[in-house]
């Protein structure tokens, strides 16, 4: 039997005797035990029964007291165990049955082995305690460590280039499996400039199991995100039926955490993780591990935007360079946009990965960047060149690939510029490559530019029929284009396109007098 030094001599705790009679009974042990200087060392509450008491100490402090029980004689049902049994509440009988199924103990015996005894019970105090500590340290470094570790995947999966939707709902299927939540999502947020209130965006994504979802969640947890957006701290909501819109749910949510996704005390969205998928409630690591994730997705968004306005700002340029070039000809307005247009979409027609699509597309934005080192004469020439004249246009490849040659994040578009004129029968230019020996840009924005070539008004002859071209196309398969990417060509819907050239040349034209033809491959 244990009691703790406060509350002497009330025990408050019982080793196993078979029941608690007998610890009962001492129980009521008369209040003259109490205090250090009045503890006696054996207490013999009724003939036949002696118990001896110990200290417990943990760290040279004393912190209770430990009872052993021992029968020396036989139990009999004298007048002091009757008072005792009267005090305790205990029926006789009972007790002297239980306290003849205790062993016999001679006692001069057990005195010396108390000691033991409360030794063998710090010892086992102690290293319970240090099970427990290692098991709450265990448990600490197991979170912990899958806290670092999805905080790693985050770090070192932060690409500016990547689009946001997939990385970030990468995070959050993560962030619900660690912290065993039962939805997490993330909608975006942003600074109203005229009022300077945060202003929750639409719901970005949600992974999990939520009875509301996008705009009704956003709506219904409207009040505790905007307190999180200006406090700029995470807010807990331990009672989400105080909330009108969740009330009246059958299957409604219970709890969720705000956490806000800000940099440099501007809104940029809004964290949510919501219910445990166990009922409990959030614990510090939880909220520790939404935190620090709500930290590396501000800093990835932050980049995100600000790569975006690099990528605006890069695009803007290319566009501004490529319609100054088609500046020079009045009837290739557009062309260049056009033909990466095309350029791109046939390269996703024939499963290239979309980071590759986006290539092609800028190197078809700059394939005829060398026109201008083209003279404008020979560019707006009505009519045939002559052979002195297509072979200075036949430069504007070379040009180009020159022009870009220098610019390292270019590097990979420069195919597309310097060999979208060569023919798979080897018959084209700069180098009269043949067949798969021309790169695969080169082979795609060929047939993109012929296409844009014969579908638009030039100086020597008017636009063709969409039918007409397609034609022409077919027929040039295995001469002039590559034959597996012009049978993919031509099945392609033109409507997109069709459309943007009629608001590209939407302006009338002076067509010229005379008219001529260079063929399907264009300038």
């Not at 008072?83 to 005195?111: E, P």
Request: glycine letters at 6%; a negative charge; aromatic letters at 6%.
């Amino acid at each position: 039997m244990l009691w703790q030094d406060s509350q002497m001599p009330r025990i408050l705790s019982l080793c196993a005797t078979g029941d608690a009679t007998i610890p009962q009974l001492v129980r009521h042990l008369p209040e003259s035990v109490d205090g250090h200087g009045g503890l006696p060392t054996v207490i013999r509450p009724f003939p036949g029964l002696h118990v001896h008491l110990a200290s417990i100490a943990r760290r040279r402090k004393v912190t209770g007291y430990l009872a052993v029980f021992a029968r020396v004689d036989h139990l009999v049902a004298s007048e002091e165990l009757h008072r005792a049994a009267s005090r305790a509440g205990v029926d006789v009988q009972a007790l002297i049955h239980q306290g003849q199924r205790m062993a016999h103990v001679a006692a001069t015996v057990v005195a010396p082995l108390v000691p033991i005894i409360a030794h063998m019970y710090e010892d086992f105090v102690a290293s319970s305690t240090s099970q427990h500590e290692l098991a709450s340290v265990t448990e600490q470094l197991s979170a912990t460590y899958e806290e670092i570790n999805l905080l790693y995947k985050i770090s070192s999966g932060m690409r500016f280039s990547q689009k946001p939707q997939p990385f970030l709902e990468t995070v959050c299927k993560e962030v619900q499996e660690i912290g065993s939540f039962r939805a997490v999502a993330l909608a975006f947020a942003h600074r109203d400039e005229q009022t300077s209130r945060p202003v929750i965006d639409d719901m970005a994504l949600l992974v999990g199991n939520s009875p509301l979802q996008g705009a009704e969640l956003l709506k219904a947890l409207e009040g505790p995100i905007l307190e999180a957006l200006n406090a700029n701290e995470a807010k807990v909501c331990n009672d989400l039926t105080q909330l009108p819109l969740f009330s009246a749910l059958p299957d409604s949510l219970q709890r969720a955490v705000c956490v806000p996704l800000t940099r440099d005390h501007r809104p940029l969205g809004i964290l949510l993780a919501l219910d445990k998928v166990d009922h409990s409630e959030y614990s510090s690591v939880d909220i520790k591990l939404l935190n620090n994730v709500g930290s590396q997705c501000s800093i990835f968004l932050e980049n995100a935007v600000l790569y975006q306005d690099m990528q605006g700002l890069f695009m803007g340029v290319l566009h501004a360079l490529t319609r100054s070039i088609d500046a020079k000809d009045a009837y290739t307005r557009g062309h260049s946009q056009r033909v990466a247009q095309l350029s791109r979409d046939l390269a996703a027609r024939i499963g290239l990965p979309d980071e590759q699509c986006e290539r092609v597309y800028l190197s078809g934005l700059l394939h005829d960047v060398g026109k201008i080192g083209v003279p404008e004469t020979v560019l707006t020439k009505p009519g045939r060149l002559s052979d002195a004249e297509f072979e200075a246009i036949k430069k504007h490849p070379a040009i180009g690939a020159q022009i870009l040659g220098n610019i390292k994040q270019l590097a990979d578009v420069v195919p597309g510029v310097l060999y979208h004129h060569e023919r798979w029968d080897g018959r084209g230019y700069p180098y009269n490559l043949a067949a798969e020996n021309i790169p695969l840009m080169g082979r795609i924005i060929c047939v993109a530019d012929s296409f844009d070539a014969m579908s638009s008004t030039r100086t020597y002859r008017p636009a063709l029929p969409l039918d007409i071209v397609l034609a022409e196309i077919t027929r040039c398969s295995g001469a002039q284009f590559d034959p597996a990417l012009a049978k993919v060509f031509v099945g392609m819907d033109f409507g997109p396109y069709r459309r943007a050239l009629d608001e590209q040349l939407a302006a009338p034209r002076i067509m010229p007098s005379s008219a001529g033809s260079v063929g399907p491959g264009g300038l």
